[in-house]
């Protein structure tokens, strides 16, 4: 079963790409949540808007936390690639069901809408669930535990 969870092309550059620009993207707003970094509010700020704002009982919030700074740790090492990008996948379709898809699919650029369409969501759920499928590619930890070489 982990061998299977882990199996990747130790070559496979195209795989390496999806899952380093997930995780590098994914990277900023984790650290925000988790570590109050890049100007966000910290762990327990974050549960407090989660729990107390949303009405999120906390050890989902706990788990949207971890999947975004952990998963995205994950996919910048390349280490349980599938896993992390299972947890950013799953967060993200919550966050489009939950707290984006009334705002419409664009962004929030110009200040107009009401809150942030789910665009960016859709672009991150799109890159997991391919990386999901690829494994970690090359340059992954994966690729190493799993024994394949690159050829």
Do not use: C
């Not at 107390?52 to 994950?74: T, W």
């Not at 962004?107 to 970690?136: C, D, P, S």
């Amino acid at each position: 079963m982990l061998n299977r969870l882990l199996a990747t092309q130790a070559n496979d550059k195209v795989a390496a790409l999806l899952r380093l620009t997930l995780g590098l993207v994914m990277f900023p707003h984790g650290a925000q949540k988790a570590l109050g970094w890049f100007g966000g509010y910290g762990f327990s700020g974050t549960m407090n808007f989660f729990t107390q704002r949303m009405g999120i009982p906390a050890v989902f919030g706990v788990l949207a936390i971890a999947a975004e700074f952990l998963g995205a740790l994950g996919l910048i090492t390349g280490l349980l690639t599938r896993i992390a990008a299972f947890g950013i996948a799953l967060t993200m379709a919550v966050a489009i069901l939950t707290a984006h898809l009334p705002n419409g699919f664009f962004m929030n650029w110009y200040g107009t809408q009401k809150g942030e369409g789910f665009e960016y969501h859709l672009l991150a759920l799109g890159l997991a669930v391919a990386v999901i499928i690829r494994g970690g590619g090359a340059a992954s930890i994966d690729a190493r535990l799993s024994g394949k070489r690159k050829a």
